[in-house]
């Protein structure tokens, strides 16, 4: 089956430094990948749609400033959380879709939980 | 916009029990796709069944059936015979079947087995 590795697992880190975390498509190209965050006992809250090779879509009221999504290969999307602060601790969980049509369901990673001192 | 409802916050059952999970959504679409996600403790999202919205048959997946009702907007999965390893997250999910769409999660339904 389609798998999503998603890196790191967990972080945790001083206030104001920035984050980064991959999520790779290790046996499918994917089209399109999404970045969602998850607060606890809550449902996942889509931030942004990325498509390779342009610019990400960001959901009402996602900072995009704040959260840097890039795209840049088939199997590759990142998403960096600028400044971090406390407020940005939160489960952060990333999916991967081949091709654009609904026919395809999305494949999730095992998700980051990243946790700003 | 869509929206996704489960009214069911926790349910548990008894192990090799049957148990229903219920879902409504709202919806102006007509072709569209309906999901049901599993979230154990691990937090990995897994997907548990999948119904197209034209397709009358409602899916299957060993022990995990649907109960689409269309008319009603209502999405309900039966998970049969459930085992140790359903305890988890259950979340219903809507897609619409039209270009780069983005699935909408319901609340979620705890459920746990217990042995």
């Known amino acids: 089956g389609a798998v999503v590795s998603q890196h790191p697992s967990r972080v945790i880190c001083k206030s104001g430094t920035s984050v980064k975390i991959e999520c790779r498509s290790l046996?499918?190209?994917?089209?399109?990948m999404f970045w969602y965050r998850q607060f606890p006992k809550q449902s996942l809250m889509l931030m942004a749609t990325?498509?390779?090779?342009?610019?990400?879509?960001?959901e009402q009221g996602v900072e995009k400033d704040k959260f840097l999504i890039n795209h840049a290969s088939l199997t590759l999307s990142t998403l960096t959380v600028t400044s971090a602060h406390p407020e940005d601790s939160s489960f952060y969980i990333c999916?991967?879709?081949?091709?654009?049509?609904?026919?395809?369901?999305?494949?999730f990673g095992d998700g980051t939980r990243l946790s700003i001192l | 916009a869509q929206t996704v409802t489960q009214s069911q916050p926790e349910m548990s059952v008894q192990e090799a029990e049957t148990v229903t999970l219920s879902c409504t959504y709202d919806?102006?679409?007509?072709?569209?796709?309906l999901f049901w996600y599993k979230q154990p403790p691990s937090r990995q999202m897994i997907l548990v069944i999948r119904?197209?919205?034209?397709?009358?048959q409602n899916a299957t997946e060993n022990r995990f059936s649907v109960n689409f009702q269309k008319a009603a907007k209502s999405f309900s999965l039966k998970i049969s015979d459930s085992q140790l390893g359903d305890t988890a997250m259950y979340f219903c999910?809507?897609?619409?079947?039209?270009?780069?769409?983005?699935?909408?999660f319901g609340t979620g339904t705890r459920l746990t087995i217990i042995p």
């Open positions: 119904q197209e919205a034209y397709k009358q």
């Open positions: 919806t102006s679409e007509s072709n569209y796709y």
């Open positions: 990325s498509n390779e090779g342009s610019k990400a879509t960001y």
């Open positions: 999910a809507f897609m619409r079947n039209f270009g780069n769409e983005k699935l909408t």
């Open positions: 046996d499918f190209q994917a089209t399109t």
């Open positions: 999916s991967a879709r081949e091709g654009r049509t609904g026919s395809q369901p999305q494949h």
